[in-house]
T-cell receptor
């Protein structure tokens, strides 16, 4: 039973355009969300996060939007660059107790085409 | 140069043998975590530790064991009881365990090591 869902296994975007990666969650106790970027055979690196008390957080080319009523968040990358090609994981933290680690989605492989 | 180190990067073992994966951090973080990644899957939590001498099972703890005798170190042992041990193992740490929406991002952010790919033959 997946609590964090990334329904697009891969996404191809032209360089310079906007990349939009989506993430849905089912657990209403999740109240902090993070996006990680991962290259093959490396550990994930933190990209950007958002607390449920906000609906938008921006950091340079990266913006995360949170729609709590829809239990949906998205990561926007604009403009997309070749170095953005990687797997992006959406992750959440449960404020209601339970295991203290992050709950991850399965990831979306972003491919930036020249 | 602060960070998390995992060694070795690649590890091969025969079926039925226990194997211990190393994880060290010099970030002075309280909390440490072990995740496993399988092809086409997200990361799944195996064990976590919020403080020294304390650890808790994650979602897929069966067949694994850990210890947290020192703040800097959180080794993971993959035992012969783990039915599908071949995977990419990732260690992470965070400044504190737990979630506090009022804190800044460093309170919740987890930093990951480079990973160990374990192959059981």
């Amino acid at each position: 039973d997946q609590q964090v869902k990334q329904n697009s296994p891969s996404l191809s975007v032209q360089e310079g355009r906007i990349s939009i990666l989506n993430c849905d969650y089912t657990n209403s106790m999740f109240d902090y969300f993070l996006w990680y970027k991962k290259y093959p055979a490396e550990g994930p690196t933190f990209l950007i996060s958002i607390s449920s008390i906000k609906d938008k957080n921006e950091d340079g080319r990266f913006t995360v939007f949170l729609n709590k009523s829809a239990k949906h968040l998205s990561l926007h990358i604009v403009p997309s660059q070749p170095g953005d090609s990687a797997v992006y994981f959406c992750a959440s933290i449960n404020s209601g107790g339970g295991a203290d680690g992050l709950t991850f989605g399965k990831g979306t492989h972003l491919i930036i085409q020249p | 140069d602060g960070g998390i180190t995992q060694s070795p990067k690649y590890l091969f073992r025969k079926e039925g043998q226990n194997v211990t994966l190393s994880c060290e951090q010099n970030l002075n973080h309280d909390a440490m975590y072990w995740y496993r990644q399988d092809p086409g899957q997200g990361l799944r939590l195996i064990y976590y530790s919020q403080i020294v001498n304390d650890f808790q099972k994650g979602d897929i703890a069966e067949g694994y064991s850990v210890s947290r005798e020192k703040k800097e170190s959180f080794p993971l042992t993959v035992t012969s009881a783990q039915k599908n041990p071949t995977a990419f193992y990732l260690c992470a740490s965070s400044e504190h365990g737990g979630n506090d929406r009022g804190r800044d991002r460093s309170y919740n952010e987890q930093f990951f090591g480079p990973g160990t790919r374990l192959t059981v033959l």
